[in-house]
């Protein structure tokens, strides 16, 4: 009696720990179809035996055993992998591979030896492992897999991850635990993670990895830090990823030992020839440097009277002879500098077009100031042709409520991708900028600010692993939807169950302006709590500098909000192609999601609604408040679907987001009302507490500093 109550408590035990799941397999879980779904075990055919094909059969091998089971001896169905070089079976294929390009794959059903077959197939073996990951993909997410012909190559070339993780293991903008790089141990100790993380990223197709933060230190580039790094670099490769650095500019003082770091000096420029040849020995394939410079105190080129120009090329011809690239970031501004911030990367990089070296890219956040829940696609965007200009997004949250908000960043990343430049007439979208097309460009780039650390779910929240995964897919394919992407990443992280995918996908697709609604409706930006930027600080002033107030963004007064980047304001609009601008300086053409970014309008000026702009506000704030409630409810629903640790968590964190999105419509109403000067519209409740106590509030330990 007893020892059958014991075994039937160790069944329990058992079946709820094999069930119970904390986020760590992100999308590549391969739990079992259900039965009935139609696919069947299948062999894997001999793959030769390179350091890539490896993982790619071994990739194939764990997704198959999971999801329907490993295949019995003589399964009439196989699977041949590899490329024409290292299989016979394939070379006498006589495959169309040509349009799989470098990376990537096709993907074929075929009859081979009687029997009925896949191929997937690639012109090199990194692109084998990209088309493994999309055939198991395609099970996952219960797409047929008996008749497939399927070419997939990558629009963009370099599809990286920034980390802005500095030596001491802290991440700057962080909200996932510590750094995963466990950097006191290296190169020793490889931590099995690493591998994790590159198979993870492979499964996107990212392709290189910044491994440490743009406001670098110097030390990164010394002999035991390289050492390092090449550690790193030494688990990636069969990966296909590539190892990038984070420069500081002024590295040639600080471990170089000379007065100065000015790019035209010959020594500087010998110091970082040296570098890289040192570097390069360690770490063959290094993909290159990036590079903040002359920005929020960094040291640049324009310390010594040389420009952004003059700095690029001269790390460009250090790493160039290696084949390596520059990457030099136009996120530049100076409080020295009187113009409006959202002018001043467009400012100084436009007139040099043309002028960087082949190997140099310009990396340009998406908007013109700082990765707000919203902003108008960057001006610098189809503004230098002759240039080669990469996108950097966020992934990890910094102003959409770090790790604990549901914001599904798709939306935001496409939005973007799609804003039309027209810049080389209609059509010319931000996307076909940067995936090279619009002016003919090879080097083509698109980063992402990494939101993975030390957590056991990577990225400090289950729905953040989706911000990841968004990136990576966009990154491949800048004109997916971010809808499909969404309904691809609940299948194969949560459950393919149409019950849940339906739900969850229009949860997630609107959750970002949901954000949007209770921190910065209507084009407002830069509302967030001093430094750490956690929570509301409409009234942040004073201080260090102003571009780094709320103030300055949302010059609220008696007179009304916004900004006006019209002519008769900063003019911020003539950076745009014409017919852009006019159109956002135009109140009857401008989109009122973008109207307080681009005008300054008074607290009566009439919404489309028919509701004041004050009305407006305040409905949008409460609207947004309404989302978490409704999201919170939807997630309630999903119980039956979602092992109960992982709906543990989301409940929990939609509960946090419920109680901040409050306080953000609460501070921000109390805050704006003392100007508006106007009753909030009926049915509106009063704020709970005084301004006072909104502005009382102090969070020295908040993360991510
Ligand atoms: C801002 C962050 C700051 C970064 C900076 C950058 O607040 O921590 O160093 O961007 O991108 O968003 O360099």
Not at 400 to 413: D, V
Request: proline fraction near 6%; charged fraction near 20%.
């Amino acid at each position: 009696m007893r020892l059958s109550a014991i075994l039937v408590g160790l069944v329990l035990l058992v079946a709820s720990t094999a069930w119970a799941e904390d986020g760590h397999d992100l999308w590549l879980r391969y739990r079992p179809v259900e039965a009935g779904a139609g696919y069947v075990p299948t062999a894997i055919a001999p793959v030769a035996d390179t350091p890539t094909l490896r993982i790619a059969r071994a990739e194939l091998e764990r997704g198959l055993r999971g999801l329907v089971g490993a295949a019995p001896a003589g399964a009439d169905r196989v699977i041949l992998i590899g490329t024409p070089a290292s299989s016979p079976a394939i070379a006498g294929l006589d495959l169309p591979l040509k349009a799989a390009g470098e990376e990537g794959y096709l993907i074929r059903s075929a009859t081979f030896d009687g029997r009925s077959a896949t191929v997937i197939a690639a012109n090199r073996d990194i692109g084998v492992l990209y088309g493994v990951f999309r055939y198991l993909s395609l099970i996952q997410t219960r797409q047929p897999v008996d008749n497939l012909a399927i070419v997939s190559a990558p629009k963009i070339k370099l599809r990286m991850l920034n980390h802005w993780d500095n030596l001491d293991r802290t991440v700057e903008r962080g909200y996932a635990g510590q750094s995963i790089w466990d950097w006191w141990k290296l190169p020793d100790y490889a931590d099995p993670r690493y591998a994790d993380y590159a198979r993870a990223n492979a499964s996107l197709g990212i392709n290189g990895t910044v491994l440490n933060n743009v406001n670098a230190k110097a030390l990164s580039l010394t002999g035991p830090w390289i050492a390092k790094a090449g550690a790193l670099a030494t688990v990636f490769r069969p990966y296909g990823i590539r190892v990038y650095l984070s420069a500081r500019f002024s590295a040639p003082i600080e471990i170089g030992g000379l007065k100065t770091a000015d790019p035209r000096d010959p020594a500087v420029r010998a110091f970082w020839k040296a570098k890289a040849d040192e570097i390069y020995k360690v770490i063959p394939d290094f993909g290159g440097f990036l590079v903040k410079a002359n920005s929020e105190g960094q040291p640049g080129p324009q310390d010594y009277g040389a420009t952004h120009a003059d700095g690029a090329n001269m790390l460009a011809d250090a790493v160039g002879p290696h084949g390596g690239v520059v990457i030099w970031r136009a996120f530049v501004y100076s409080h020295e500098q009187p113009d409006d911030r959202a002018k001043q990367g467009y400012a100084e990089f436009k007139p040099f077009d043309g002028q960087f070296r082949d190997n140099v890219v310009i990396q340009v956040k998406n908007g013109a100031i700082d990765f707000q829940p919203r902003e108008p696609f960057h001006p610098l965007f189809g503004a230098m042709p002759k240039s080669n200009l990469g996108m950097e997004f966020q992934i990890t949250k910094e102003y959409l409520g770090f790790a604990t908000h549901l914001a599904y960043l798709g939306p935001l990343y496409e939005e973007t991708l799609r804003a039309d430049t027209q810049a080389r007439g209609k059509g010319s979208t931000v996307a076909r900028v940067i995936d090279g097309d619009l002016d003919g460009r090879k080097l083509t780039a698109m980063a992402g600010v990494a939101n993975i650390g030390t957590d056991r779910s990577w990225s400090g929240s289950h729905f953040d692993q989706a911000n990841w995964y968004v990136f990576g897919r966009l990154a491949w394919d800048p004109d997916a939807s971010s809808r499909d992407i969404a309904a691809d990443w609940a299948k194969m992280t949560f459950s393919p169950d149409p019950r849940f995918v339906g739900p969850v996908v229009d949860l997630m697709m609107g959750s970002r302006e949901t954000v949007v609604d209770y921190m910065t409706p209507l084009g407002l930006h830069h509302q967030m709590g001093r430094s750490h930027h956690y929570g509301p600080g409409p009234w942040v002033a004073g201080g260090e500098r102003a571009d780094w107030t709320s103030v300055y963004y949302a010059m609220a007064g008696p007179d009304g909000i916004g900004f006006d980047r019209t002519a008769r304001g900063s003019n911020a609009v003539a950076q745009y192609a014409p017919a852009v601008g006019a159109c956002f300086a135009d109140l009857r053409c401008v989109d009122e999601k973008d109207l307080l970014w681009f005008h300054h309008l008074p607290w009566d000026y009439r919404l489309k609604s028919g509701q004041t702009l004050w009305e407006g506000l305040v409905t949008r704030y409460s609207r947004g408040v309404a989302g978490v409630d409704a999201m919170g409810k939807t997630w309630g629903d999903m119980a039956p679907y979602v092992d109960a640790e992982r709906h543990a968590q989301v409940t929990a964190f939609l509960k946090i987001q419920r109680r901040e999105a409050q306080w953000w419509r609460d501070a921000s109403v109390s805050w704006f009302q003392t100007f508006s000067q106007r009753p909030l519209p009926a049915g509106e409740a009063l704020p709970p507490q005084s301004l006072d106590y909104y502005q009382g509030l102090s969070f020295p330990y908040a993360p991510g500093i």
